[in-house]
């Protein structure tokens, strides 16, 4: 999935089992995917998502404008407060199940977009 990104650019490789295989790395549960880095999100299901649970997302803001929250294998939505405070940092979000946001993440990497996922494993 990750042929012509840059070197050090963090492409999804796969998921499922529970995590995710990111540039040859396995990561265990949620996480939380920028261009150069990863790290584990405390966030197991939808009713979790909290305007907290993305702190290091809006901490990120200019450097990230479009966050693909994959949402596991549930309808996705995304709770008003978390969808203001995204907006507020100029964050546009977009919900989808988990293998849509993996498969849109690495697209618009590819693209050299600012973006990151926020995603539920699955």
């Given at each position: 999935m990750s042929e012509g990104l840059s070197?050090?650019?963090?492409a999804?490789?796969?998921?499922?089992?529970?995590g995710f295989r990111i540039a040859d790395e396995r990561h265990d549960g949620s996480v939380l995917?920028?261009?150069d880095r990863v790290m584990a999100w405390p966030v197991s299901r939808k009713a979790d998502l909290a305007p907290e649970s993305f702190r290091e997302v809006t901490a990120a803001a200019g450097a990230?404008?479009?966050l693909l929250l994959g949402c596991g294998s549930e309808i996705p939505t995304v709770p008003r407060a978390v969808r203001d405070i995204l907006k507020a940092h100029r964050?546009?979000?977009?919900?989808?199940?988990?293998?849509?946001?993996c498969?849109?993440?690495n697209v618009l990497l590819g693209e050299g977009r600012?973006?990151?996922?926020?995603?539920?494993a699955v």
């Amino acid at each position: 999935m990750s042929e012509g990104l840059s070197p050090g650019r963090k492409a999804i490789a796969s998921y499922g089992d529970g995590g995710f295989r990111i540039a040859d790395e396995r990561h265990d549960g949620s996480v939380l995917v920028f261009p150069d880095r990863v790290m584990a999100w405390p966030v197991s299901r939808k009713a979790d998502l909290a305007p907290e649970s993305f702190r290091e997302v809006t901490a990120a803001a200019g450097a990230v404008d479009i966050l693909l929250l994959g949402c596991g294998s549930e309808i996705p939505t995304v709770p008003r407060a978390v969808r203001d405070i995204l907006k507020a940092h100029r964050i546009v979000v977009d919900a989808m199940d988990t293998g849509a946001a993996c498969r849109t993440y690495n697209v618009l990497l590819g693209e050299g977009r600012a973006v990151a996922a926020a995603l539920i494993a699955v």
